[in-house]
């Protein structure tokens, strides 16, 4: 082994011990809910965009409409061109909180979800005090989660909230991989700074369940703001931002749970359609992502496999640092986090497979592509790594 060798080897350690310290930091820093939330004292309008839903959209509903604390509680379905009974199974469920709405196809320049969101968020008797929460239909809600994200909303004085769900994974690759998302935030972003910084690079959101005042939202531009974002969670938290507001990740593991996607299939597709975005929509941008990460979190426990301390030391400090995180955010520590080189391995090949899909327009998702001519509308910055 080379002098020069020896010396980056050491380095990526030390940045795998330093971010292990960070996370750990974060950890110890990340906003949690109340025990016990006091009654929301405004009205909430939920907003489930869904899109052939109808095998969750109806227990989705049932833990929306089961929630305490909500006096004032509005339900707005959006069904995005449903062709597999959506709209049925959410008129099946007969409460008149609940609003059915057909949303009109995307115009140019618009992606799906931010249409259906933003259709969904034009609701009659808008007040400025209304808080608007975007829920997805996989996501189900604990009886006090609409509650105790308002009560982060005003004890914290943030205009939103993203309460990250526990993210329930049933498959070896879900296990490998969808614990980076929390993972990510959790280490390269300084949660405190990020609350009250308008930087936009200071940003992390998850759309499964987001939490805004009304108010917040539409000095922000809601969600015409980012009508051509792919991570339109995270533009539209920096849009919110860049309007004077704040808002930041929160604990939600106790709050919400979702199995965001099913066996290798699932996270393949999913996360090859947004990924290209994360990294900043550009191949020298997606080659410097992957190189960083695999340098800090893979060059280490490949020496250590060498008989090397230093890479000993870095491949556990990584180790440390994904079950940290982990028991943190409600996902599995032991013995998945031993393996958190190999998650980086498939991160590089998931970042490769979408730079690639974008470069040749072959990206879809639900039934429709993902054009060029979409993206490149986008009024909002890119999203980053930190975003869903």
Not at 137 to 143: C, G, K, S, T
Not at 207 to 222: C, E, I, M, S, T
Not at 331 to 340: E, K, M, Q, T, V
């Amino acid at each position: 082994m080379t002098a020069s060798w020896r010396r980056l080897l050491r380095v990526c350690a030390g940045l795998s011990v330093a971010a292990a310290v960070h996370a750990a930091l974060n950890s110890r820093l990340l906003r949690r809910p109340p025990a016990v939330p006091r009654p929301a004292p405004r009205r909430v309008t939920v907003v489930v965009p869904a899109r052939d839903e109808a095998d969750q959209i109806a227990d989705c509903l049932a833990a929306v409409l089961d929630q305490r604390g909500v006096p004032h509680l509005q339900v707005v379905v959006v069904d995005d061109g449903s062709t597999d009974g959506t709209a049925d199974r959410v008129t099946a469920v007969g409460d008149d909180r609940v609003t059915l709405l057909l949303a009109t196809p995307p115009a140019p320049g618009w992606l799906g979800k931010p249409n259906a969101c933003a259709q969904g968020a034009a609701t009659d008797h808008q007040q400025a005090d209304d808080v608007l929460v975007f829920l997805d239909a996989d996501v189900r809600l604990m009886p006090d989660a609409i509650a105790s994200a308002v009560a982060l909303l005003d004890d914290a004085g943030l205009d939103l909230v993203s309460p990250w769900p526990r993210q329930l994974t049933g498959s070896a690759a879900e296990r490998l991989v969808q614990p980076l998302q929390q993972w990510l935030w959790a280490t390269l972003l300084p949660l405190h700074l990020a609350e009250r910084s308008p930087r936009p690079s200071l940003a992390a959101a998850n759309g499964q369940f987001l939490v805004v005042r009304r108010a917040a939202y539409g000095r922000a531009g809601g969600h015409a703001a980012v009508r051509g974002e792919v991570i339109e969670d995270v533009a539209l938290l920096r849009a919110v931002k860049a309007a004077g507001g704040r808002g930041v990740v929160v604990d939600g593991s106790t709050l919400a749970a979702c199995r965001m996607y099913d066996g290798w299939p699932g996270v393949r597709d999913g996360y090859t359609k947004s990924l290209w975005s994360a990294v900043g929509g550009r191949p020298a941008a997606a080659v410097g992502v992957a190189a960083g990460l695999s340098a800090v979190w893979l060059l280490p426990p490949l020496a250590a496999l060498t008989g090397s301390r230093a890479g000993l030391v870095g491949y556990a400090a990584g180790v440390v640092n994904r079950a940290v995180v982990a028991s943190r955010t409600g996902g599995r520590a032991w013995p998945d986090s031993l393996a958190h080189p190999v998650s980086i391995v498939l991160l590089d090949v998931l970042v490769a497979r979408s730079v690639a899909g974008h470069r040749q327009g072959s990206l879809r998702w639900r039934g429709r592509t993902l054009t060029a001519a979409a993206v490149d509308q986008r009024p909002a910055p890119r999203a980053t790594m930190l975003g869903r």
